[in-house]
């Protein structure tokens, strides 16, 4: 393994904090302001960079552009994503460690560096916030643009390498995962955990880094479970129907193997599409098992 890596390195962090190993308890709760064109700040689709000496550091980001997104790993007990509301602005949503928010960011009274969403009290140690814009719109609004200022981070700071996942089982709450699309969290004593996500919009995604040499894919399948497409390092591998009549908890879909050392990227795509068996065409995510 390559310590010189922020994968390797943020995946030992991890491997720490699960042993029990925390972080320095603070006594006070400081705050460290990430701007939202600092290199932590990961970026895809169409952005547009915005100067008005209203944003925090005079520059903000903003997209109206269905899939563009923004992902943010860091260490810390808390996160809030400062914004602007206004008139013209749209619907967002936000995982933040697989936890579903739907964001409104519409305001009729325009509100400058606001907070358009925070969370405290999270378990000190990293932590993965990821944004995708919908091009939608709630009632009242011109239109759906959505804002990125800054981020300011509780007790802590950021990532930009990101996080990987540890050998062994990860959660699907896990911060090495990042998630597009909608995904719902559903508590049951069968999943992994206690927990899973589960999605049925075509499109819908979730990515698993790991630095290792295989994978295996952990989910509910069931009567109302459909097709997932799953890749690679980018690349398309194979689909994968994942309806189970009768249906059984925590069974693996899917594995690779022999894949060489070093970084890769696991990702489960919904496709909206099922058999005709199939009531529906929900796709799960228990976790993921990985190999050293």
Request: proline share 4%; hydrophobic share 40%; net charge negative.
């Amino acid at each position: 393994m390559n310590l010189k890596s922020p994968w390797c390195l943020h995946a030992l962090l991890a491997t720490f904090l699960t042993a029990g190993i925390g972080l320095p308890e603070a006594s006070a709760a400081q705050h460290t302001r990430v701007e939202q064109d600092d290199p932590s700040v990961h970026y895809s689709g169409n952005w547009y960079r915005n100067d008005n000496a209203s944003h925090s550091g005079s520059r903000a980001a903003l997209t109206n552009t269905g899939g563009a997104r923004v992902t943010l790993s860091f260490i810390g007990t808390g996160i809030t994503w400062i914004g602007v509301k206004d008139g013209w602005s749209g619907l967002a949503t936000l995982h933040l460690d697989g936890n579903l928010t739907i964001i409104d960011s519409f305001s009729r009274t325009p509100l400058q560096q606001h907070a358009l969403f925070s969370a405290t009290g999270l378990v000190r140690g990293p932590h993965t916030l990821s944004i995708e814009i919908t091009h939608e719109r709630g009632p009242g609004t011109e239109g759906s643009w959505v804002w990125i200022d800054a981020f300011d981070i509780e007790n802590g700071e950021a990532l930009p390498g990101g996080v990987a996942a540890p050998f062994g089982r990860v959660e699907e709450n896990h911060p090495a995962l990042v998630f597009s699309g909608r995904w719902y969290a559903n508590g049951n004593a069968g999943h992994s955990g206690g927990h899973a996500v589960l999605a049925m919009d075509a499109g819908s995604r979730a990515n698993v880094g790991f630095v290792g040499t295989g994978v295996s894919w952990v989910a509910n399948r069931d009567e109302w479970s459909g097709v997932a497409r799953i890749y690679v390092d980018g690349q398309f591998k194979t689909e994968i129907d994942t309806y189970l009549a009768p249906g059984k908890a925590a069974t693996v879909p899917y594995t690779i193997i022999g894949l060489s050392e070093g970084q890769h990227i696991l990702t489960i795509e919904a496709t909206g599409i099922h058999n005709q068996s199939a009531k529906g065409s929900w796709v799960w995510i228990d976790g993921f098992d990985i190999v050293q």
